[in-house]
């Protein structure tokens, strides 16, 4: 088991998604799947990033959501970002 640990900056960008039921559910299933194996399912199109995040991993919880978090140590998943394309690559 993978503990998840949220940094002050994904929990703000959470609160803009708190009334979308939606981006809410496919949200708990990605982080479902991460604490349980550490890696989500290529469905979700995890990827290494490069520039700003170099080092970070990136997938898509819907088309344009996209969850940003760091294998901190191990077994440790830290959650940094979550939100569009446009809203983290500025």
């Given at each position: 088991m993978?503990?998840l640990k949220?940094?002050?900056q994904?929990?703000?960008?959470?609160k803009?998604?708190r009334?979308?039921?939606?981006?809410i559910f496919?949200?708990?299933?990605v982080?479902?799947?991460?604490?349980?194996?550490?890696?989500v399912?290529?469905?979700?199109?995890?990827?290494?990033?490069v520039?700003?995040?170099t080092?970070?991993m990136?997938?898509h919880?819907?088309n344009?959501?996209?969850?940003?978090?760091?294998?901190?140590?191990?077994?440790?998943?830290k959650?940094?970002r979550?939100?569009?394309?446009?809203?983290?690559?500025?």
């Amino acid at each position: 088991m993978w503990e998840l640990k949220i940094t002050r900056q994904f929990k703000k960008d959470l609160k803009k998604y708190r009334n979308r039921a939606d981006e809410i559910f496919c949200l708990s299933v990605v982080l479902k799947m991460l604490q349980e194996t550490g890696t989500v399912s290529r469905e979700y199109k995890p990827h290494l990033l490069v520039g700003e995040y170099t080092g970070f991993m990136e997938c898509h919880v819907k088309n344009d959501l996209l969850l940003i978090w760091l294998d901190e140590r191990e077994n440790i998943i830290k959650l940094v970002r979550l939100g569009t394309h446009s809203e983290l690559f500025k």
